[in-house]
C-alpha cells in the first residue's frame, strides 16, 4: 500500500481496491489448506507458502512506475495466496500437543508473538526503506553534473519546459533543479522499494531449511482455533 501511494501517486481508494485481491487470495488459501490440511505434510505446506512469498516478492522487486493496476494484482494475489498456505500449518503446529487446558493460553501468547514479529517487521522495512533510499539519493545526486550529458540533457529540457510556461531564464533554472531532484528523489524511492522487496524475498528463502526442524506429524486443525 505505501508503495502505491508513493510512487504510484494512488489514491488511498486505488490502493485499496488493488490490495484487496492479496486479502481474498489469503482467505482462499487459508480456505483450501484447511481442508486439505490432514493430508498434507505441514512442512510442504509451510514450504510451499514461503515459496510463494518468496517469488512475489522478487516479482514486486521488477515493478515500476509504468505498472498498470492489474499487473500489480499479480504478484499481489501470489503474495495473499502464499500467507494464507503459511498461517494454518504455522498456528496448527505451533499449537499442537498443547493441552486443551493451556489451549486458550498458548493461542494468545501466540497470537501475540505472531503481532508483535509483524509490528517489528514493518517497523524495519520502514527503517530500511528510509535508509537505502538516502543511499540512493547519495548515489544518484553524484551523479548530476555538467560532465554527465544525460544529467545536463535533462536539466537543459527542463529549463526549456518552465521557459516555454512564462518563466524568466532565473527561474526556470531554479524551477529545473527543483524537477531534477524531484526525479532524484522519486527513482531513489523506487530503488529503495525494489531492495526491501528483494530483502524480503531472501528472508523468505532463508526460513526454509528451519522447516527441517519441525516434525512430521500433521497437528489438528481444531487446534487454530
Not at 512506475?65 to 499487473?71: F, L, T
Amino acid at each position: 500500500g505505501l508503495y502505491l501511494q508513493t510512487v504510484m501517486q494512488y489514491p488511498a481508494w486505488n490502493a485499496g481496491l488493488t490490495m484487496a485481491p492479496r486479502g481474498m487470495a489469503t482467505m482462499v488459501g487459508m480456505f483450501v489448506i484447511g481442508h486439505l490440511y490432514a493430508r498434507l505434510d505441514p512442512r510442504l505446506v509451510l514450504a510451499a507458502g514461503l515459496g510463494l512469498v518468496a517469488l512475489s516478492s522478487f516479482q514486486m522487486a521488477n515493478f515500476h512506475a509504468g505498472y498498470g493496476q492489474h499487473e500489480l494484482m499479480i504478484p499481489l494475489l501470489v503474495s495473499g495466496l502464499g500467507i494464507g498456505w503459511t498461517f494454518v500449518p504455522l498456528s496448527a503446529s505451533t499449537l499442537n500437543g498443547v493441552p486443551a487446558a493451556s489451549l486458550a493460553n498458548a493461542s494468545g501468547l501466540f497470537n501475540l508473538m505472531r503481532n508483535t514479529g509483524a509490528s517489528v517487521g514493518i517497523a524495519m522495512s520502514r527503517k530500511l526503506l528510509v535508509r537505502w533510499g538516502q543511499a540512493h539519493q547519495s548515489r544518484l545526486v553524484e551523479q548530476v553534473n555538467p560532465m554527465n550529458p544525460a544529467a545536463d540533457a535533462a536539466l537543459q529540457g527542463a529549463q526549456a519546459l518552465a521557459r516555454h510556461g512564462g518563466a524568466d531564464p532565473f527561474t526556470a533554472a531554479n524551477q529545473a533543479l527543483g524537477m531534477l531532484y524531484g526525479l532524484i528523489q522519486r527513482e531513489a524511492t523506487i530503488l529503495a522499494f525494489e531492495d526491501v522487496f528483494r530483502f524480503a524475498g531472501i528472508v523468505a528463502l532463508a526460513i526454509l531449511p528451519l522447516l527441517l526442524l519441525l516434525g512430521k506429524g500433521r497437528p489438528d486443525p481444531s487446534a487454530m482455533h
